[in-house]
Structure formats: structure tokens, C-alpha cells
Antibody, heavy 119, light 106 residues
Framework: EVQLVESGGGLVQPGGSLRLSCAASGFTFSSYWMSWVRQAPGKGLEWVANIKQNGGQKYYVDSVKGRFTISRDNAKNSLYLQMDSLRVEDTAVYFC????????????WGQGALVTVSS | SFKLTQPPSVSVSPGQTASITCSTDRLDDRYASWYQQRPGQSPLLVIYQDSKRPSGIPERFSGSNSGNTATLTITGTQTMDEADYYCQAWDTTFWVFGGGTKLTVL
């Protein structure tokens, strides 16, 4: 059974940092692109970043470029999101999601981790 | 980049057909996917590659993509289908989601 389990969320002050983790199981993690998608309270879904199977390609939404870093450790079946210089508007539930091979969609999602940026 | 536009809300009576649209320019150059999200839950893929259903998704869910509009259709809508629905498409190096449509079944 495919499972994606996020951790590392919490309350942080503006300007602070936080690192999210996503533990993957039930599939060959190293074979898939992976993404982070966020959802601000009461709002819609927003793609944040994604990373290629070997970590060699990474893409970000403009609003987080230079502040967030996506990475992965295939030996540990884990995906990460390092979030620096956090802003109030980064407050959201962050989901890790698996990009389906060759079908242009997300076929599995984690349960989400809440990040609250507030003073 | 491009934007995907969905109606904020759609209402339907139980047993009737609900249609949710997702529009932009040149959408038929790209595959559209659809996700269902119930309150407090993660999104669930219900349609991919415009019209394909993942295993376990009921046959009453169907999709189409023509011109600049993708459409999610729920035939014989049930109360359990009440949720937010999001369309999604891929644009070279990034993913785009529509703003979401709240489907109310009443």
C-alpha cells in the first residue's frame, strides 16, 4: 500500500525556518517525481515545488523561489522541504504528493502538515 | 504561465447530473486531471488524462476536454459527492490548479 506521511509542521515566527519531511512507503520512491502542494486556510490548492527522481531537476512556484528548497534522500525514501524566511502568507497545510508516471497527475497524497507563520 | 478558471460553486439535486467546468486558453494542448477534496481530507484523484478513472472511482464520474474547456461530470450525483473539486494541468515546468468548485448536493 502506498503511503506518504508528512511531519515537521508547527508554529514559527515570520522570518523563521522550518523543515518538512515526507516518508514514503509501498512503492519504489526513486522512480517517481515528487511534489509539495499547499493549501492556505479556506483556500484552494497551490503547487509549491517538485523534484525529479534523482534530484537533478527542481522547480518552484515564483512566490517561494530563493526561500524554499526541495530535496530528497532516495536511500531513506524521504522527501523534504526546507522553508526559510517564512512569511505569514506561507501559512498552509503542506501536502506531499506522488506524480504518476506518464499520466500528468498526482495519484497519491499524504495527509498534510500544518505550518503556521505568526508572531 | 496560464490560469485555470472554475466556477466557485455548483448545486445539484440528488440523482441529477452535475457538471463542473475548467477553462483556459489552449487547454486541449494539455491533459486535465480532477481531484475531489472533502473537508479535512487530502485530495483524491477522480479523473486523469481528461477522461480516465483511477481504480476504485465510481463510473458516475466522467471527464472530457475540448477546445479550451475541460469538464467533470457526475451522473446520478449522490450526497457523498458533496465536496470541493479541483482541476489541474501541467505546463512545461510547473503544475497549475484551478481555484476549486464547491459542489453542493441538496
Amino acid at each position: 500500500e502506498v503511503q506518504l506521511v508528512e511531519s515537521g509542521g508547527g508554529l514559527v515566527q515570520p522570518g523563521g525556518s522550518l523543515r518538512l519531511s515526507c516518508a514514503a512507503s509501498g512503492f519504489t520512491f526513486s522512480s517517481y517525481w515528487m511534489s509539495w502542494v499547499r493549501q492556505a486556510p479556506g483556500k484552494g490548492l497551490e503547487w509549491v515545488a517538485n523534484i525529479k527522481q534523482n534530484g537533478g531537476q527542481k522547480y518552484y512556484v515564483d512566490s517561494v523561489k530563493g526561500r524554499f528548497t526541495i530535496s530528497r534522500d532516495n536511500a531513506k525514501n524521504s522527501l523534504y522541504l526546507q522553508m526559510d524566511s517564512l512569511r505569514v502568507e506561507d501559512t498552509a497545510v503542506y501536502f506531499c504528493a506522488r506524480e504518476s508516471l506518464s499520466t500528468s497527475c498526482y495519484d497519491y497524497w499524504g495527509q498534510g502538515a500544518l505550518v503556521t507563520v505568526s508572531s | 504561465s496560464f490560469k485555470l478558471t472554475q466556477p466557485p460553486s455548483v448545486s445539484v439535486s440528488p440523482g441529477q447530473t452535475a457538471s463542473i467546468t475548467c477553462s483556459t486558453d489552449r487547454l486541449d494542448d494539455r491533459y486535465a486531471s480532477w481531484y475531489q477534496q472533502r473537508p479535512g481530507q487530502s485530495p483524491l484523484l477522480v479523473i486523469y488524462q481528461d477522461s480516465k478513472r483511477p481504480s476504485g472511482i465510481p463510473e458516475r464520474f466522467s471527464g472530457s476536454n475540448s477546445g479550451n474547456t475541460a469538464t467533470l461530470t457526475i451522473t446520478g450525483t449522490q450526497t457523498m459527492d458533496e465536496a470541493d473539486y479541483y482541476c489541474q494541468a501541467w505546463d512545461t515546468t510547473f503544475w497549475v490548479f484551478g481555484g476549486g468548485t464547491k459542489l453542493t448536493v441538496l
